[in-house]
């Protein structure tokens, strides 16, 4: 079973930074990670996607332009840096993988994910 490990978020405040990891437990597992927003029993929104084969992403409307996903090269942690902050940013964002060929809702879904992380808290204060 993969497991996904979070880390980083915290809080930030206005116009700042933050910088979230996720790792799988088991490296080329995977086919795409991505970051959500999401409120338990809800399939959330998706903030960044990573094709974790051709490193294709895609991003939520909300965060077009000041996040950046990134994966590394073992392919077994994905990135996402947080820049120009904004309280409507404040949320837990959870760590999703998709580890089995299979239903497809597309990348924006969260129904396409498997395996989730166990959320970390993101603060944004001004």
């Known amino acids: 079973q993969v497991r996904l490990e979070e880390s980083g978020g915290g809080s930030g405040q206005v116009g700042g930074s933050l910088r979230l990891s996720c790792t799988t437990s088991?490296?080329?597992?995977?086919?795409?990670m991505g970051w959500f927003r999401r409120t338990p029993g809800e399939e959330g929104d998706v903030v960044a996607s990573?094709?974790?084969?051709?490193?294709?992403?895609v991003y939520g409307d909300s965060v077009q332009g000041r996040f950046s996903s990134s994966l590394n090269s073992d392919k077994d942690t994905v990135y996402l840096e947080m820049t120009n902050l904004k309280p409507e940013d404040t949320d837990t964002y959870y760590c999703?993988?998709?580890?089995?060929?299979?239903?497809?809702?597309?990348?924006?879904?969260?129904?396409?994910?498997?395996?989730w992380g166990q959320g970390t808290q993101v603060t944004v204060s001004s």
């Open positions: 990573i094709d974790t084969r051709n490193a294709h992403t």
């Open positions: 999703a993988a998709r580890v089995e060929i299979g239903r497809w809702y597309g990348s924006r879904d969260g129904r396409s994910y498997q395996a």
């Open positions: 088991v490296p080329g597992s995977t086919f795409n």
